[in-house]
């Protein structure tokens, strides 16, 4: 069956960085698009990146332009999120998700999610 599992999260001051991996399994890898979402307490979940099948193309939400950059590997079956420039508002539960389809910023379209991994910024 199709697994996501995201690590990389962690605690971290106000300004620096993590570096969140999610580890592919159960699917054609390359045929799907990659998104990161979060979902902060109380909050409802939030579109964070997106890349398409072939790396080829991105979308960012606004807050984190500039800050984090989203990658992936077709050969390790791997999707990065490097976060640099961490603010405590980025404290949130952090998913990895694979759309069969083509790049979106929808949760809705997203086929299969990861379990999440915790990221706090302490201020």
């Known amino acids: 069956q199709v697994q996501l599992v995201e690590f990389g999260g962690g605690l971290v001051q106000a300004g620096g960085s993590l570096r969140l991996s999610c580890a592919a399994s159960?699917?054609?890898?390359?045929?799907?698009?990659m998104g990161w979402f979060r979902q902060a307490p109380g909050k409802e979940r939030e579109f964070v990146a997106a890349?398409?099948?072939?790396?080829?193309?991105?979308y960012n939400t606004d807050s984190v332009k500039g800050r984090f950059t989203i990658s992936r590997d077709n050969i390790k079956n791997m999707v990065y999120l490097q976060m640099n420039s961490l603010k405590p508002e980025d404290t949130a539960v952090y998913y990895c998700?694979?759309?069969?389809?083509?790049?979106?910023?929808?949760?809705?379209?997203?086929?299969?999610w990861g379990q999440g991994t915790q990221v706090t910024v302490s201020s």
């Open positions: 998700a694979a759309d069969r389809g083509d790049i979106s910023t929808f949760s809705q379209r997203y086929d299969y």
């Open positions: 159960g699917l054609t890898f390359s045929t799907y698009a």
């Open positions: 890349i398409s099948r072939s790396g080829g193309r991105i």
